[in-house]
């Protein structure tokens, strides 16, 4: 029971964590844009599909700011590590789990 | 358990083989297909194979479950200390700050190759440590 409720709680820790490396990660992690002009007032914003934008952006300069060939790696490694950050750390908790429920002692 | 020559030859030419493939996908990751996760679930499945005509307990005498844990919490600590690394440099959590080097070779990526040998290394040790607990002997 005891073992039970240190494993909860240890993922609740690791849960709290990245909920709030996800919230604040914006404000402190990332460079602020200096001379971010505000938008004008008169003329309406321009219709870009961000995907799309975002497509080509890959396409033409990934390989170059990565480094990496495989666009996949560039990006789940490089854009997105974020991500794969979360992925390592519910791999981590699955494995405490299955060691927990199990019970292996060694 | 019956012993059975075929399986028990096969298996034990094989497994290096695996082991180096999964090797080759972890470090080849930035270059071709491949990466961190497809090469750890290599290397585990090669320690699988080594489970299912060995035994388990023949097996966790090579790769003890000691040491394969280790790896394991290792590995994800790597990973933590080398996102928080690139804070202290200054570029950025989980900044690439290592140079890039010739765009094709396999030490190029930086970051990237040694983010896919981390998890590489992690997910071959979660899997096998999940495979461990879960197979039994009679």
């Known amino acids: ?106 | 358990m019956k012993e059975s020559t075929i399986v028990d030859l096969v298996s034990r030419k094989l497994v290096p083989y695996i082991l180096l493939f999964g090797l080759y996908l972890i470090s080849f990751g930035h270059l071709s297909p491949g990466g961190g996760f497809q090469g750890g679930a290599v290397l585990s499945s090669g320690v699988l194979l080594l489970c299912l005509s060995r035994g388990v307990k023949t097996t966790r005498l090579l790769f003890t479950s000691r040491a394969v844990s280790a790896l394991e919490i290792t590995a994800f600590t790597l990973f933590l200390v080398m996102a928080a690394a690139g804070m202290a440099v200054g570029v950025s959590f989980l900044g690439n700050f290592l140079p890039l080097g010739r765009i094709g070779e396999v030490p190029s990526a930086g970051f990237i190759l040694f983010l896919n040998l981390v998890i590489g290394l992690e997910v071959g040790a979660g899997i096998t440590l999940i495979c461990f607990s879960l197979l039994k002997e009679d």
Do not use: K
């Open chain 1, 1 to 106: 029971m005891r073992r039970i409720l240190l494993w909860f709680f240890t993922g609740l820790v690791l849960a709290a964590l990245g909920t709030l490396l996800l919230c604040s990660g914006p404000a402190l992690f990332t460079r602020s844009p200096s001379g971010s002009e505000p938008a004008a007032a008169g003329e309406p914003a321009p219709q870009v599909v961000l995907s799309e934008r975002m497509r080509e952006h890959f396409f033409l300069r990934a390989v170059a700011e990565s480094g990496a060939i495989n666009l996949v790696s560039a990006i789940y490694l490089g854009y997105r590590a974020f991500d794969t950050l979360g992925e390592t750390i519910v791999l981590v908790l699955s494995v405490a789990g299955v060691l927990l429920l199990t019970g292996v002692r060694q």
